[in-house]
């Protein structure tokens, strides 16, 4: 048989499988319209004016001072937290794999920081800064006896997005440490070389190409981030809080969309050099499993210093988020340290708190499953079948990753509440609760997609292969053989959107109207106002039901995962 007579088969097969067409058929006008649409009347309202295609916008907003200042800001904060947290990541990495641990603690210490920023909002650690280290801080006013500092600004934007963020590098780092073969180091100490030496010519080099991985995720994190410098910025302006006062404050959607531009081309910049080469650089650079096992260093002049740093760092991240719960429980944070639980009641019956709680909770359950539905339908698409559109498909679907949540959300602003959707369906999506489920839908997929490409290409083919030749259809093989088997990545990315919507803020502030009041949301509000009682009282209670839930999700993959029933 030819090529072209295999092609016209091939073409002919996936034809006539309907279900198989019209899944792929919705997912790309779902993927267009939710993802590509916002982000092209994102540059129609950038590029065309009335006098038609011009520049102008560009022009005016290059030309205000604020913006020019926010765009060197928010490249400032973005390099060195970049970097903190990536050389963070790598020694918390380099401390659990290569070195011996005395205590069992240091592991479960290490394995709770890894945890925290993943369970609560993103602008926890920034309550904590200021209930620590500012003007009524227990440290700097109690302790230190200073009356006057100020957390406000560039150092306290670095800090606390370094502590937000340096866990995730550590997962990375430690994730490539471990696939290094031991063999490679012990061959340079055998021939007289330093641990330190061996560190320098050898492990990091090894390591490099994931160091800059690291480094550059973070960097797309610190620059995209918007609950905390709006919370503890102060009057140093970023680029994600400088649109949202343009389109909340000045009124300017055409000046907004422009400078949404200008923030997505850079982090699409970086996300694409973090995706295309880096990661390709990392997985040619490092060995598979390694041969033997690794011999862990004892030598109590290398041990020490870094397991006391590490634990000093650890433990003032956990302090850092002990501090919300306190903040909930005493009267009035820096003067009046008697134990109350005033502020947990007037969650509930003067803020509106119930139905707070109750429209996260809602919205985030019905996203969750839709968004680890779709990850696994994308990923067994791009995996296991082959189609012409299948490239499109895995990179819109990979694109939301590079999407600051702030420029989605002018983008969906301009696109359905004013743009091609005038009337329908569609334009009275803008306002509903429909309109946000659909954005932490967006928000999600990427971690869910990734995921379940890694869980599929696990799986033989042959696997699937039997179950068509018995006749059944793409869906019957999909449902029945193939999601039984990534079940466990089914159930992490449910559990994954899950948290991820309930504690989201950049995208959703700007869409969420009066009808609903979101608990991501009404924390930004009491903080910015000084209320930290109160924006205490509502993290807490969202920190346990986030952390509640992925307790349930390790759980229930421990009894109904994969990997009991399968053999060994």
């Known amino acids: 048989?030819?090529?072209?007579?295999?092609?016209?088969?091939?073409?002919?097969?996936?034809?006539?499988?309907?279900?198989?067409?019209?899944?792929?058929?919705?997912?790309?006008?779902?993927?267009?319209?939710?993802?590509?649409?916002?982000?092209?009347?994102?540059?129609?309202?950038?590029?065309?004016?009335?006098?038609?295609?011009?520049?102008?916008?560009?022009?005016?907003?290059?030309?205000?001072?604020?913006?020019?200042?926010?765009?060197?800001?928010?490249?400032?904060?973005?390099?060195?937290?970049?970097?903190?947290?990536?050389?963070?990541?790598?020694?918390?990495?380099?401390?659990?794999?290569?070195?011996?641990?005395?205590?069992?603690?240091?592991?479960?210490?290490?394995?709770?920081?890894?945890?925290?920023?993943?369970?609560?909002?993103?602008?926890?650690?920034?309550?904590?800064?200021?209930?620590?280290?500012?003007?009524?801080?227990?440290?700097?006013?109690?302790?230190?006896?200073?009356?006057?500092?100020?957390?406000?600004g560039f150092w306290g934007i670095a800090i606390v997005q370094t502590l937000t963020f340096f866990p995730v590098c550590y997962m990375m780092m430690k994730g490539l440490l471990k696939n290094i073969d031991p063999s490679l180091e012990e061959a340079a100490r055998d021939m007289g070389a330093s641990r330190w030496?061996?560190?320098?010519?050898?492990?990091?080099?090894?390591?490099l190409p994931g160091l800059g991985n690291a480094f550059l995720v973070t960097f797309i994190e610190s620059i995209a981030d918007f609950a905390n410098p709006m919370i503890i910025g102060g009057s140093y302006d970023t680029l994600a809080t400088t649109i949202y006062l343009q389109i909340t404050g000045a009124y300017d959607k055409a000046g907004a969309s422009a400078m949404a531009v200008v923030l997505l081309c850079i982090t699409l910049i970086m996300f694409i050099v973090q995706k295309y080469w880096l990661?390709?650089?990392?997985?040619?650079?490092?060995?598979?499993?390694?041969?033997?096992?690794?011999?862990?260093?004892?030598?109590?002049?290398?041990?020490?210093?870094?397991?006391?740093?590490?634990?000093?760092?650890?433990?003032?991240?956990?302090?850092?988020?002990?501090?919300?719960?306190?903040?909930?429980?005493?009267?009035?944070?820096?003067?009046?340290?008697?134990?109350?639980?005033?502020?947990?009641?007037?969650?509930?019956?003067?803020?509106?708190?119930?139905k707070a709680f109750r429209d996260s909770f809602v919205l985030s359950l019905i996203a969750s499953p839709i968004t680890a539905l779709l990850s696994m339908i994308i990923s067994y698409l791009v995996v296991k079948r082959n189609f012409r559109s299948k490239g499109f498909i895995e990179a819109v679907s990979m694109?939301?990753?590079?999407?600051?949540?702030?420029?989605?959300?002018?983008?969906?602003?301009?696109?359905?509440?004013?743009?091609?959707?005038?009337?329908?369906?569609?334009?009275?999506?803008?306002?509903?609760?429909?309109?946000?489920?659909?954005?932490?839908?967006?928000?999600?997929?990427?971690?869910?997609?990734?995921?379940?490409?890694?869980?599929?290409?696990?799986?033989?083919?042959?696997?699937?292969?039997?179950?068509?030749?018995?006749?059944?259809?793409?869906?019957?093989?999909?449902?029945?053989?193939?999601?039984p088997l990534i079940k466990d990545s089914f159930l992490s990315g449910l559990v994954t959107a899950f948290v991820r919507s309930i504690t989201a803020i950049s995208a959703i502030i700007l869409l969420v109207t009066p009808q609903f009041l979101l608990i991501t949301v009404q924390i930004n509000e009491f903080a910015e106002k000084g209320a930290y009682g109160i924006a205490c009282a509502f993290a807490t209670i969202l920190i346990i039901i986030t952390y509640a839930s992925v307790l349930l999700m390790n759980v229930v993959i421990k009894y109904f995962g994969t990997s009991r029933y399968t053999n060994e």
Not at 126 to 144: A, C, D, E, N, P
Not at 197 to 207: I, W, Y
Not at 288 to 311: E, F
Not at 314 to 320: G, I, K, R, S, Y
Request: proline share 3%.
């Open 1 to 152: 048989m030819s090529g072209k007579q295999g092609q016209n088969l091939d073409r002919k097969k996936f034809f006539s499988d309907p279900v198989l067409v019209t899944t792929i058929a919705v997912l790309i006008a779902f993927l267009t319209l939710f993802i590509l649409y916002p982000l092209a009347i994102l540059l129609v309202d950038s590029f065309i004016t009335e006098e038609g295609v011009s520049l102008g916008v560009f022009k005016r907003i290059m030309g205000m001072p604020n913006f020019r200042r926010a765009i060197t800001n928010t490249l400032k904060v973005g390099f060195l937290v970049g970097i903190t947290s990536a050389l963070l990541g790598l020694l918390f990495a380099y401390v659990e794999v290569y070195v011996k641990l005395r205590t069992r603690f240091m592991e479960g210490l290490f394995r709770v920081v890894s945890m925290l920023p993943v369970v609560s909002p993103p602008f926890v650690l920034s309550l904590s800064m200021i209930m620590l280290f500012g003007k009524s801080g227990i440290i700097t006013r109690y302790l230190l006896h200073i009356y006057d500092n100020s957390v406000y």
């Open 197 to 207: 030496k061996v560190f320098m010519t050898v492990t990091l080099p090894l390591v």
């Open 279 to 354: 990661e390709a650089k990392s997985t040619a650079t490092l060995s598979g499993k390694a041969s033997r096992q690794r011999m862990l260093i004892t030598d109590r002049s290398v041990t020490l210093p870094l397991t006391l740093l590490c634990s000093l760092i650890a433990m003032f991240v956990l302090l850092m988020y002990a501090c919300v719960p306190f903040g909930a429980l005493f009267r009035t944070w820096g003067y009046d340290f008697h134990l109350t639980t005033k502020w947990f009641q007037q969650v509930f019956v003067r803020y509106k708190g119930l």
């Open 399 to 483: 694109l939301a990753m590079a999407v600051p949540g702030t420029v989605l959300g002018i983008g969906y602003i301009r696109g359905f509440s004013a743009g091609v959707f005038r009337t329908g369906f569609l334009q009275g999506l803008y306002g509903t609760g429909a309109i946000l489920v659909i954005v932490f839908i967006v928000r999600s997929l990427p971690t869910g997609t990734r995921s379940g490409i890694s869980a599929l290409r696990q799986i033989d083919k042959s696997i699937e292969e039997s179950a068509y030749d018995m006749g059944a259809d793409s869906l019957k093989v999909f449902m029945t053989v193939t999601l």
